[in-house]
């Protein structure tokens, strides 16, 4: 059967539009990954307040302290979305809210390891023994130099880093930032670097009795 220019002329239109829809809804796609994919920023110092609804149920808590947004709770939210995986990368650790977060995570059956620095882990305040007591695989230098980073992985695909320690100081009173990145090619340097720091701080490497 023979088509008139008209028909002809209909389909391709016809054509186009659906081109032109699809050629949309990619275009979508892409503008949508990207602002996923653009960084974040979280400014420290944060306003006191409570973090304690995000962790336990019943949500509410009849502390005294503020339970609005700041960066604290930004940070803590994020941190709990870990479904698989958190490697936490950090020089100190003294945070009782942050070092909660992390407990909460490991207790839901996440993988959680910590890498941080031996000087800093054995100060008054350090959350490390609790990691430590409730089963997280935790990890340090053994030398003179610190172990300086301040970075976090959630799930293997997103990169919390910046300047903050994870301590009162950090977040209450100094200027600090977070940066959250979830770049492929970023995130992929920084597991990188917590793999290589896990293998080298791995206990059964350590010599007790060091040559002088």
């Given at each position: 059967?023979?088509?008139?220019v008209l028909a002809w002329r209909s389909l391709a239109v016809f054509t186009g539009a659906l081109l032109t829809?699809?050629?949309f809804y990619y275009l979508l796609r892409y503008v949508r990954k990207c602002r996923e994919q653009k960084p974040k920023v979280l400014f420290f110092p944060a306003p006191l307040t409570c973090v304690r609804p995000l962790l336990w149920s019943p949500r509410r808590c009849d502390c005294r302290l503020p339970h609005g947004e700041s960066a604290l709770s930004s940070l803590a939210r994020l941190l709990l979305g870990a479904g698989r995986s958190l490697d936490v990368c950090v020089f100190s650790?003294?945070?009782f809210d942050l070092a909660s977060v992390v407990l909460a995570v490991y207790s839901r059956g996440v993988r959680v390891r910590v890498v941080t620095d031996s000087d800093y882990m054995a100060l008054a305040g350090s959350q490390v023994g609790k990691f430590r007591k409730a089963g997280i695989e935790v990890r340090h230098d053994q030398d003179t130099s610190y172990m300086h980073h301040k970075f976090?992985?959630?799930d293997g695909s997103i990169l919390v880093t910046g300047s903050l320690n994870w301590s009162a100081q950090g977040?209450?009173?100094n200027k600090e930032n977070v940066i959250i990145i979830k770049d492929i090619d970023v995130v992929k340097a920084f597991i990188e670097e917590f793999e290589q720091l896990w293998n080298e701080y791995d206990p059964t490497k350590y010599s007790f009795s060091p040559q002088k």
């Open positions: 059967m023979c088509w008139s829809a699809e050629g650790i003294s945070s976090a992985l959630i977040i209450f009173r």
